[in-house]
């Protein structure tokens, strides 16, 4: 759980898929991000839809572009 603004804020993923894009060197994730709010209860603070780019790092990944757009909240 994280703390964003003194709330607890949850973020659950849902329908994550993934595909390499030219290669396998990058990856881009597509998923929901449902995000609620623990100080309130459990309380729904908003639903997005993700499309991330992930870059290989050596053995990991980094997030290269993280672009979000809000579906209710």
Do not use: P
């Not at 623990?38 to 603070?45: I, K, Y």
């Not at 780019?53 to 290269?64: D, F, H, I, P, Y």
């Amino acid at each position: 759980m994280m703390k964003q603004n003194g709330a607890r804020m949850r973020h659950m993923i849902g329908n994550l898929a993934c595909d390499y894009v030219d290669g396998t060197d990058k990856v881009l994730a597509r998923y929901y991000n449902f995000v609620t709010d623990w100080a309130q209860g459990g309380r729904l603070n908003c639903m997005a839809l993700c499309d991330v780019t992930l870059a290989r790092n050596g053995e990991s990944w980094l997030v290269k572009r993280n672009d979000t757009r809000k579906l209710a909240g």
